[in-house]
């Protein structure tokens, strides 16, 4: 897990990149859906899917290997599935799904600049609290990773003991000075913030667009492409 | 332990969903009596701690290595329902971002490591402490459990959607897990007792619950 990499894919220019978050999100989110909820998906139907979602990874200019490398997380994951009896016919389907979903999330993440992302997510319900949490949480990871690796770093030099108990003990203290150095950041994040006036309320400087005739043409063209893979290739 | 999407069948995650999002809700509500109109930006670092804290590793046996799940400690130091709201940030995180746990099971996930490796696991912590009368030892087992309770219901919802055979999954889930929760609970006692000797105030502003018990 690389901090830097939060969603730096998301700062290459293209069509996909400039659509209404909104849009991105139901499309995506109803591939997944349709991939896990379908009972039983017919190679040609993964196939349509895969290639329907490399389509749109190419339209934004993604380079391949990052997706690919992100949609295979899910290969550990199997072998809890694989050495079942019988358990190699099971992880076909099982593999197709989570790699197809998780190719489709790392399309909408990284053609989606994480800032953009939320105020999607909170348009379209995800509650308020959460959404001013993973505003700022998404500000301050850069920072704390930064903090966390330097002293890890250090803990890494000066840890030398052979024994388990005595390495965990000391990486306790590497976190707790991480926690009280977060502790003390937060509280001087809301001092800052609230002689500027803060008093619990975001206000945004640009206030967000309505849906253009691309947004809407882009969902109903991937609806109707996600649609006819499902029925045409469907088998049953 | 973030399950991946299509590993659950719909009955479970879309169950798990339901009530994840009932006791995100709940706890919303509660953690903001608690910490009133500073729990945005507190929180939302306290879930970049919770974040960056994950990412370092600790040698578990012959070259393999566990990471910090931090549900006891953050149910411990943050309360039950804000340490709940800042897994639950980190876990939204991880799943969008990170492709680390499903996004049709981020309800599931949220359900064993936010609800019960958190919330769940601060009442077990209240109840071993009144028990033993010794935080540390309560914030030791409690740490192990939350692990391999979150693990354990891991394992059980793979078992019931027939993804993995109960035989099979429940032993490898906990047994796993049994072993990385011993470094979980070292750590999480270790960074209590050192944020106890450099903060004391975070401890008495409520924060390392039932402090009268501790001294």
Known sequence: MQ????????????????LDPRV???????????????????SWQVLGYLGLLLALARWARLPLR????????VVPFLALVAVAPRGLQLAGPIFARGALSALAMVILTSATPFPELLSALARLGLPRPLVLILSFMYRYTFILVDEAERMYRAWQGRAV????RVLWQSLGGVIASLFLRSYERGERVYAAMAARGFDGEIRLLSPPKGLRGRDLFFLAAFAALLLAITIAWGGN | ??????????????????????????????????????????????SAFIFAAQMLNFPVVAGTSGHLL???????????????MAITAVLIIQALIFQDGGITALGA????????????????????????????????????????????????????????????????????????????????????????SLRPDLVASGLVPAQKEVA
């Open chain 1, 161 to 164: 003991s052979r024994q388990r």
């Open chain 1, 24 to 42: 991105k999100v139901v499309a995506l989110l109803s591939l997944v859906l349709v991939v896990v909820l379908w009972p039983r998906l017919t």
């Open chain 2, 1 to 46: 332990m973030h399950i991946p999407d299509g590993f659950l069948d719909a009955k479970t995650w879309v169950t798990l969903s339901a009530a994840s999002a009932a006791a995100v809700a709940y706890a919303a509500r509660q953690s903001s009596k608690e910490l009133e109109e500073r729990q945005v930006p507190l929180l939302g670092v306290l």
């Open chain 1, 66 to 73: 990052p997706l690919v490398e992100r949609s295979l997380a």
């Open chain 2, 70 to 84: 931090g549900g006891a400690l953050a149910a411990i130091l943050l309360g039950p329902w804000t340490g709940a």
């Open chain 2, 109 to 196: 996930n949220v359900f064993n490591m936010a609800v019960a490796g958190t919330m769940v696991t601060f009442f077990l912590y209240r109840a071993l402490l009144r028990l033993t009368g010794k935080w540390y030892l309560a914030a030791f087992l409690a740490a192990w459990a939350s692990v391999v309770l979150a693990a354990g219901l891991a394992g059980v919802e793979l078992a019931i959607s027939g993804t993995s055979p109960w035989h099979l999954v429940i032993p490898a889930m906990v047994g796993i897990h049994a072993l990385i929760g011993l470094g979980e609970a070292v750590i999480t006692a270790a960074v209590l007792s050192a944020v106890r």
């Open chain 1, 3 to 18: 901090h830097q990499f939060f969603d730096h894919l998301s700062s290459i220019p293209s069509p996909l990149r400039d």
